[in-house]
Antibody
Framework: EVQLVESGGGLVQPGGSLTLSCVAS????????MSWVRQAPGKGLEWVAS????????YYVDSVKGRFAISRDNAKNSLYLQMNSLKGEDTSMYYC????????WGQGTLVTVSS | DIVMTQTPLSSPVTLGQPASISCRSS???????????LSWLQQRPGQPPRLLIY???NRFSGVPDRFSGSGAGTDFTLKISRVEAEDVGVYYC?????????FGQGTKLEIK
């Protein structure tokens, strides 16, 4: 069974930093693009970032470029999102997503940016 | 960037009746490799999204055959042949042809 388990969310002050993690199981992690997608409370889905199978390509939505960094450790079946200079508009549920189609989603981890 | 526009944004449907959701992209979703990376996702209340349809018309594993996808280029449709109570939720189209990937605004399916 495919499982994606996110962690690392929480309450952080504006300008602060947070690192999200996602541990994958039940499939060959190193064979898939992986992404982070977020959803603000009561709002729709927003793609945040994606990383190629071997980590050689990374893409970001404009609103997080220069502030967020996606990475992966295939030996640990893990995906990460380093988030710096956080803003109120970054408050969202963050989902770890398998593949370019979005074939599997984690339950999400909530990030709240507030003073 | 590619903008995805869904219609309608809300769809009240009678149980057992069909439902249809449209999704239009601001530019063609045909990738240079010849594939069209258009997916449909369902998000039930309080749940993460789940994949229903990928590459326009391919049902994902475990998805009931009452769900079908069609379209080409910039115009796509998700159809539910007979709506069941468990189909209540928000439906999103998503393009993965070009970065940044993007989603439609979502269509809320409700039972009349």
């Amino acid at each position: 069974e495919v499982q994606l388990v996110e962690s690392g969310g929480g309450l952080v002050q504006p300008g602060g930093s947070l690192t999200l993690s996602c541990v994958a199981s039940g499939f060959m992690f190193s064979a898939y693009w992986m992404s982070w997608v977020r959803q603000a409370p009561g709002k729709g889905l927003e793609w945040v970032a994606s990383i190629k199978e071997d980590g050689s390509e990374k893409y970001y939505v404009d609103s997080v470029k220069g502030r967020f960094a996606i990475s992966r450790d295939n030996a640990k079946n893990s995906l990460y999102l380093q988030m710096n200079s956080l803003k109120g508009e970054d408050t969202s549920m963050y989902y770890c997503v398998r593949g370019l189609y979005g074939s599997s989603w984690g339950q999400g981890t909530l990030v709240t940016v507030s003073s | 960037d590619i903008v995805m526009t869904q219609t309608p944004l809300s769809s009240p449907v009678t149980l057992g009746q069909p439902a249809s959701i449209s999704c239009r992209s601001s530019q063609s979703l045909v990738h240079s490799d010849g594939n069209t990376y258009l997916s449909w996702l369902q998000q039930r209340p309080g749940q993460p999204p789940r994949l229903l349809i990928y590459r326009i018309s391919n049902r994902f594993s475990g998805v009931p055959d009452r769900f079908s996808g069609s379209g080409a280029g910039t115009d796509f449709t998700l159809k539910i042949s007979r709506v069941e109570a468990e189909d209540v939720g928000v439906y999103y189209c998503m393009q993965a042809t070009q970065f940044p990937h993007s989603f439609g605004q979502g269509t809320k399916l409700e039972i009349k």
